[in-house]
């Protein structure tokens, strides 16, 4: 099983959401459909980083600069 860890910006904001997921492509829309509180309030937001791992802890452990 890969893990994802993604980024997503609200560039005139400068506000982010970091998450990881096993299941990119259903996460994302579920973001696209305001599933989540954060989400709802980013609106229309950018994938800006998305790196897969083999495990959820090394994934956990990416430091984004």
């Known amino acids: ?3 994802i860890v993604y980024i997503l910006s609200k560039v005139l904001s400068g506000k982010f ?3 990881s997921t096993v299941d990119f492509e259903r996460r994302l829309k ?4 305001g599933d989540h509180a954060y989400s709802k309030k980013l ?3 950018t ?15 990416v ?3």
């Open 43 to 45: 609106k229309d937001f």
């Open 17 to 19: 959401y970091i998450g």
């Open 47 to 61: 994938l800006v980083f998305q790196q897969e791992f083999e495990s959820l802890r090394e994934a956990r452990k």
């Open 30 to 33: 579920q973001h696209k459909r």
């Open 63 to 65: 430091k984004i600069i």
């Open 1 to 3: 099983m890969k893990f």
